[in-house]
């Protein structure tokens, strides 16, 4: 492989990593991404963080 294919290699590890891990935290720590969340949705607001950390995990895996 060259450097550059590698390298890219390395950047697609991190960036799905970091993808999964905010997915993950989405899931553990719900509370947190609620106020940022309440902006956006009015209604079953804890549903759509769960959803979206759903969607952060399965994308960054």
């Given at each position: 492989m060259t450097?550059?294919?590698?390298?890219?290699?390395r950047?697609?590890?991190?960036?799905?990593?970091?993808?999964?891990?905010s997915g993950i935290a989405h899931?553990?720590?719900p509370r947190a991404?609620?106020?940022?969340?309440?902006?956006?949705f009015k209604d079953r607001i804890r549903a759509h963080v769960l959803i979206n950390g759903s969607i952060e995990t399965g994308l960054g895996l």
């Open positions: 450097s550059i294919s590698k390298r890219s290699e950047w697609s590890l991190i960036g799905g990593s970091a993808l999964a891990a899931l553990l720590c991404f609620e106020p940022v969340n309440r902006m956006a």
